[in-house]
């Protein structure tokens, strides 16, 4: 190992560049940002050292031979085997495109996108006010700019527009309006529990069935976690047999 990748040395350990590289990729996606840079490194290999210290310290004090500490080892060892077991339990499993088609063919309700619509609102109070709102956008004014002169809703800082939303999402006067006008049509005034609504359906998209192939990733995950979970229920059950179980609740 060349001195070019070594960052620090406590005692006789050293701190490798790779050392503070694995310590940052294990650190939330937000942190690794702020801590991939030199001045993070350097930041990082300060608590390695801190880190070390304390072990040194604990060592020498005989911390390592403290019956707490010992029962805590204990106790993690016997849930490190556990999981360990799990791992050599689930390591043969093997999931084939066959049964991927399979289980994708039997279970094609789970399979299917909802309509997707994007629409835009003006709200305002009454209907005087909307059936007003109406007549000039159809005497060419921007929906966009009234949206933002006149909407009472938080969405009229991007022009009315509430982004892409599935049926039953929105109260359903509005949804329904939604679901059957023309797309780029202008609506008459809608009465909902929050006022008078004019929308514009900006674009509509009917429901679909998502493909095998993009269900693929996905499928292979829920796949492979049913198999887990019938595998290690089917082993626990086969285990009793073996081992003495009292439950008493």
């Given at each position: ?87 050599n339990l689930f390591k043969d499993i093997k999931i084939t495109d066959e049964e991927l088609n399979e289980y994708y063919e039997s279970h094609k309700q789970h ?139």
């Amino acid at each position: 190992m060349t001195t070019d990748n070594i960052r620090a040395k406590v005692e006789n350990l050293e701190i490798t560049q790779d050392d503070v590289q694995n310590f940052i990729n294990m650190l939330s996606p937000e942190a690794r940002i702020q801590f991939s840079n030199e001045e993070g490194f350097s930041k990082i290999t300060d608590e390695l050292v801190n880190q070390e210290l304390l072990y040194l310290d604990a060592i020498a004090k005989k911390l390592d031979q403290d019956p707490a500490y010992i029962k805590e080892v204990e106790l993690a060892k016997i849930n490190i085997l556990k999981q360990f077991a799990l791992a050599n339990l689930f390591k043969d499993i093997k999931i084939t495109d066959e049964e991927l088609n399979e289980y994708y063919e039997s279970h094609k309700q789970h399979f299917t996108r909802p309509m997707q619509m994007n629409a835009s609102h003006i709200l305002v109070e009454s209907e005087d006010e909307a059936k007003k709102i109406k007549v000039r956008i159809e005497a060419g004014e921007s929906f966009e700019n009234l949206a933002k002169e006149l909407s009472n809703c938080p969405s009229k800082e991007a022009g009315g527009n509430l982004g892409t939303f599935s049926p039953g999402q929105m109260v359903k006067e509005f949804d329904d309006v939604c679901q059957e006008i023309e797309i780029g049509t202008i609506s008459d005034p809608v009465k909902t529990q929050f006022g008078y609504h004019i929308i514009k359906v900006n674009d509509r998209k009917e429901p679909s069935t998502i493909t095998f192939e993009e269900a693929k990733e996905d499928m292979l995950k829920q796949y492979t976690a049913i198999k887990q979970q019938e595998l290690y229920l089917n082993k626990t059950i086969e285990l009793q047999k073996d081992y003495k179980v009292e439950k008493f609740y």
